[in-house]
Structure formats: structure tokens, C-alpha cells
């Protein structure tokens, strides 16, 4: 028997009093699948409990950080140390250096780093620089890539596919959308034309290296490369925004699993082992440039928080080959379960996957890029969607994101997901 969540709904009629829609991040609303929003007590392992009692199997893990899972009892240990000592300083830490000499470990191409509190912070840094480095002011982006809510980075192509983008969102101002131009992910030629028709233009090439925005997409073969020889050909900067690939797909990010080394890297998520950590970094001679090194200005009255630095190392620390084979057959084995229920109950589906992230897609043809992404039954997923969540599984609530697995998963939670999913999906797949 299906009872509602009345805390739940209760805290969201007061919230949606006094923040906007109810939330402080649009898709926590569930407004994409028709379902009233769980409010959270806590979460332990891959679980999360919300006001009512009840208990879920979480495949979003907070949307990415959580690559141990939720509430790791090591990371609680150091955290807490850690503000017993004080919460914040405004001054320099040792744990900042600790840090970045660990990313540097992790990520060579990151030769010198910037921490933030976000993503969002981290890319529009990044892109600021490469700005200032190359006297240029374009961007290339790729439609269906999320770089953060910064002006440049909602944008969309417009009509026509090397015209100049236009705002997805009001309040984006002409100019600054201007500057952006679009190019279909995957799609190499399209980016040659756009190059072609601004030369000496384009400050920097933005991507996501495995892109996870729209549902899992990775690149294809020698995408990342050839977009390597382009940048390279024409002096404009590659960044990677590694924001959900950083420390997931290996402990080197998708640079490292592809081979190509980007000038420039934005990171976040994992980075800050659940709390809020962006960062930037790359060549030196390029974040030399950052004040107070250079010019280009960008400061933080929490960057490097003594708490979130902590939390960040511990999580770095833990990183090993064998957590990255166990995601990886943890990764298969929900990805193969997903397929086999959807065949059984005929209902169509691909799913996209590197390693422990993954999107089973509602469709019939393969998603390769934003468009084929978009040709995905939405109103399928909706369904699916409430069908897990009545059973105690917790997908993300839109067709159009990545499932996140942990190190806290394992194949028991993963064997009971696939059972639950064949259940819903025979149910699904006989409405049509
Ligand atoms: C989440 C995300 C961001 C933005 O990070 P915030 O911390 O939410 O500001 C940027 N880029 C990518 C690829 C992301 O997934």
C-alpha cells in the first residue's frame, strides 16, 4: 500500500512559503517526474531516510560527492576534529597545501590550483583566465553540457548551428550569451565550422570530458582528442570540466582514462567529500596569471574552508584501484540488471555508463548528444520514477541525469534495485 509522505508534503508547503519553488536547487522539486520531494533526516552508507521514516537505496548520492557513500565514519571523525579547531580563518591552512599537492598528484595536468566552494565558481574562474591568457572572449560549449549557472554557461545554440548562442534563462544578458557559441557534443565537425567562422576568436573549448548533464554521455572515440589538435591548432584553451568525471571514473578523471590533457581543469563534488569544494587549476604559466599571482582577479571569503579541505583529503586519500574495479563491476551489474528488466517487460531503453555512473534512457535509438538524448520518453521515465521511489529506491528525479554509485553500494542493494526495477518496468511497459 502506497501511503504519501505527509511530513514531507507538509515541509514542502511551508518551504515553497518562503523559498522559491520550495527548494535551493530547482531539480530537488521533482517537478521533471510529478512527485512530491522526500525532505531528508539523514543518510548513512547508500541509504537515505526522509522525515517520515522512510528509507531509500540512493542512486544520487547528493549528485555526485558522495563516492564513499553517505556520512563515511572516518570523514565524520575528521570533521568534527577538524572544527573543534575552528570552522573557518580567512587565513592560509596547511590543509589547502595538502590538498593541492594531492590533486596535483592525482590530476599532472593541474600544475597549480585555485580552491572555490562550487562548480559554478570554479568554471567561471577558469573561463576568466583563459579569457585573460588568450585576449579573447568566446567560448565553445556543447549543447546539453551544465557548466554551472554563470551567465556564459546558459546558453544554447541558436538557430542554426554556428550562430551565436541564446540565454536559456531570463536575466542572462544578451552580451554575455554572445560569447558563447554552441556545438552538438560528439560532434567534431561542427566545432571545425565554428572555429572556421570566428577565427582568432574563441578563447577556450569548455566540456565535459564524459558528459553527465544530460544523462550519461560519453565521448566517442578520438572526440576529446581531435578536440585537443583543434585547440591546439588554434590557440584556444581546453577545459575540462571534470565537476562529476573528477575522481569517479578513475582516480585521474576521464584526462586520464582518455589521454588528453586539457590546459585548463575545473573540479567539484568528490572533491570536497560532501561539502562544498570547487576548484580550478592547470598549467602554470596560465594560473600564474590569478591575483595575486597575476591580474586576473578571483577571491573567496570560504575558499579553502579548514572543513571542507579536510573532508576533501580524506575522500582523495581513500581513492585506490581497487575502489575504482569494484564501481566498475558494481557499475555493469546494475547497468546489465536495468537492461534485462526493461527487455523483459518490452519497454525500450540504452543505457549510457562509465563506470560507476550510468542513465538507462527510455528510447529506442542510441544517445550520442543532446538531441538523441531528448528523443528519450520523459513520461516513461516519470513513471519509473515513482514506481522505485514507492519501493524504496531513490533515482534521480529526471530522465536527464546520471544514477551515481558508491563504494557503500553493494550487490545486495544493487541485485534488490534490479528486482524492484523489474517489478515497475513490467508495470510500465504494460501501460505503454
Ligand atoms: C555540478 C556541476 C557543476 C556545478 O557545480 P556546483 O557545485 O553545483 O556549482 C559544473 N559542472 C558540472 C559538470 C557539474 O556536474
Redesign the pocket.
Known sequence: MFRRAPKSARWFARAQEVLPGGVD?PVRAFNAVGETPRFIARAKGATMTDVDGRTYIDYVMS??PLLHGHAPRKLIKAVAAAAKHGTSFGASTALEVLLAERVRALMPSMEMVRFV???????MSALRVARAATKREKVIKFAG?????ADPFLVEAGSGATTLGVPTSPGVPDGAAATTLSAPYNDLETVERVFAAHPDEVAAVII?PIA??MGVVPPRPAFLEGLRTLCTRENTLLIF?????GFRVTSGGAQELYGVRPDLT?L??IIGGGL?V?AYGGRADLMCLVAPAGPVYQAGTLSGNPLAMTAGLWALGELSPQLYTRLERLGARLADGLLDAAARARVSMYVNRVGSILTPFFTDTAVIDYASACRADTGTYARFFQGMLAKGIYPPPSQFEAWFLSTAHDESLVDRTIKVAQGVLKRVGAKG
Open positions: 536547487s549528485w555526485g566552494s562550487s562548480g559554478t565558481e570554479a568554471t553540457c551544465y557548466h554551472g549557472h565535459e553527465g548533464n570540466d571534470e565537476v562529476i568525471s575545473c567539484g563534488k562544498p570547487g
